[in-house]
């Protein structure tokens, strides 16, 4: 069973890191979480990897996309639930100087999306591989961080808590994370 479960789990890993870099709001880290839990850390490394190259799939889309018609890509970032004008002005504006790579790290562990990003990318002119080469260690980093700390979690409770009781926790952990997140988006808005 545990075997058959690692195609799937790379699998969607990577497809939550293509919708994550277009159109989803909740960050491949859930996922990612709960496949070291539940899998262990060689599966959440190799579902962090599928994760990253999906995100990167998807930011080579938005920047062809903001490169070739802003206007759609600018759309498509207004679409995103909890996005406001602001925040997709500070994103793009980071992208315009020379420090735009600490940017990028600095957002992924921020809340910074990574699509606004690549649209910034694509709109100044940064060269497409050169993006890429950066968004890769960008987006594993914090991937890699979030498999690690689920793996170790899991082991350092293996012998107090059930699987069950792990995973409710980690559960729990990301009903409150984004429970307030989305609160305290709300109340931006209002």
């Known amino acids: 069973m545990r075997r058959a479960a690692v195609p799937l789990a790379v699998g969607a890993a990577f497809l939550w890191g293509v919708a994550e870099g277009t159109f989803f709001y909740v960050v491949a880290d ?20 599928a994760a990253a190259l999906g995100a990167l799939c998807a930011g080579a889309y938005l920047w062809h996309l903001a490169a070739t018609d802003p206007p759609a890509a600018f759309a498509l970032l207004d679409a995103v639930p909890f996005f406001d004008p602001n925040r997709i002005e500070r994103g793009i504006a980071a992208m315009t100087g020379t420090d735009w790579p600490v940017a990028m790290f600095v957002g992924s562990l921020t809340g910074m999306p990574y699509k606004i990003f690549a649209v910034g990318a694509g709109e100044t002119g940064i060269p497409l591989m050169l993006f890429l080469a950066v968004s890769l ?10 498999t690690a700390l689920a ?5 350092l409770t293996a012998p107090r808590l059930s699987p069950r009781a792990q995973t409710l926790a980690v559960a ?5 994370f984004y429970g307030q997140f989305w609160i305290r988006m709300a109340m931006r808005s209002s």
């Open 30 to 49: 859930v996922l990612l979480t709960f496949v070291a839990l539940r899998l262990g850390w060689r599966v959440g490394l190799a579902a962090s990897l």
């Open 137 to 146: 260690p960008v987006r594993l980093a914090r991937f890699l961080a979030a």
């Open 151 to 155: 793996a170790a979690f899991g082991t």
């Open 172 to 176: 729990l952990f990301w009903l409150v």
